[in-house]
């Protein structure tokens, strides 16, 4: 083997190490658990939560899967469905943003990377954002960041709690400075939730990361994470090239988080409902 | 070469500068050393240089900006402090774990009035930036800088804050302390304070680190500073799949003072001398002082309550969507 074949194959090793996760497509019968390999038939994965039966990887959810999980039957009402992103910056990679917008619209039952809207949840009112990953990688950009802010003073103003699910890749680069400026309006309003002794509790799922987890989602009265989740400010790639050593088995996940006093609940899929209606009610003890 | 030879600060895209200074040195020795007078040679040299100095700094592309707000030897917060303000006296600690020396935060007197200072702190050489970790401050520099906007607001004194970070520092231990939370809850706590707050980005505005101790009443930025979500080097790497297109990176963020402005992320460009502020630092600092004087008045008479409303509205109101 020659000095070059062997880099390729080494890049093509770590190549094969970072496959990334694909959203499963509908209607396979069966499919292949990303964690274990184990094979899974669909229908029993989706009784499961979409969490494997024989491993416990959690499968990403679209907001459609966690509203269906996780809400009273019916009671989802969705705000601000129309607020969609706009390319002011003109902003062009290898594609243009606008295009990139487009085929994520087209590819998806929503607009932007997050769903907003009252529900109850066993039986209580509550102010509900779901993030999606498979929009954009849930990347926050300007209409992320407004839904979430109107979805906060609506809360404030019905005297509702309020619950976000974040899954989300961190800022979207493609609106530049404006998608940080997301950080700052998102962390203020929750700040004015607060004033109104309004509680908020953030759910992480994998991933949340960058500006995401540095703004709303760390914020939460009580964290919950699912098991297993990225939850990092910067991903782990990132690190290791910067301090250019190993990184700490299990670092930056649910369990490592709440080992080092961020997150209080790991709390697995098929219990979130419970989890958080035990706290809902805990938190509001009328009826 | 000397100390303080204006070569050495010289950046790539001023290399007409080099050639011009070579033969203003040639002049210098050919008049000492012949004993001919050639100062209006000299003169007319050196004239020369300013006016092509002056071209190309009015002229730089986004990229070449980036270089300024990153050059070496660019004033530091402690110039600025030692500059503008009185009697500073730095306070250290976050009372939890450590103390940053990536932000330095303290007490001072600004035209007689007494207020509170921040900002992240790099180094001029090597040896000072692996003292101060290059800028980037771990999640105690973040608590230590909230600590200290406490202070300012139980005791009703202004916030001063400047900005200069590559971002805030990525390792393990940033990670196991919570850099997250760190600057989530100064976004939150930010946006709650009573006081007049103002935050300046004076080099480099990288990310969450930045913003981290950047929500003021008012926003400003030095004319060759860069203020954007992720390093040009960064997006390249991540959206053109190149660090190399750090050019093309830059230019499509719009990261300078400019671009900024007109998008309504800050309030005013503070202008530097001609060649960048490294240039002049005394001049830099009294434009800055200013400036700050300036924005701070008309918040001094505003309420607790207007205080922490004007600063909800300005972040409240950033974004751009439409609605069908």
Redesign the interface.
Known sequence: MSIHEWFKKKKSEKEGAYVRERLDIPGNLWIKCYKCSQALFAKELEDNFKVCPKCGYHFKLTHIERINQLTDPNSFKEINANVSSVNFLNFSDSKSYTKRIDEAINKSTIKDAIVTGTCKIGGKDVALGIMDFSFMGGSMGSVVGEKIARLIELAVEKKFPVIIFSSSGGARMQEGIMSLMQMAKTSAALGRLRENRLPYFSVLTDPTTGGTSASFAMLGDINIAEPGALICFAGPRVIEQTIRQKLPPGFQRSEYLMEHGMIDIVCERKELKNKLSTILRWFNEKE | MKKNDPLKNLLPFEKPLAELYAKLEEQKRVATQSKIDMSEEIRLMEKRIETTRKEIFSNLSPIQTVQVARHMQRPTTQDFIDNIFDSFIELHGDRNFADDPALITGIAKLAGRSVVVMGHQKGKNTKENIARNFGMANPEGYRKALRVMRIAERNEKPIIAFIDTPG?F???G????????A???N???M??LTVPFIAIVTGEGG??GA?GIG?GNKVLMLEYSI????SPEG?AS????TATKAN?AAI????TAKD?LG?G?IDEIIKEPIGGAHNDIITTANNLKSAIINNLEPLLSLSHRELIAD??NK??K???????
């Open positions: 805030a990525c390792g393990i940033a990670e196991e302390r919570g850099q997250a939370e600057i989530a809850k976004l939150r706590e946006a709650e990310s969450g913003l929500m203020y954007s979500v992720i997006c991540i959206l053109f799949r093309e499509a963020m719009k990261i900024l998008l992320v600063r909800y972040f409240r950033m974004g751009v969507f439409q609605e069908s």
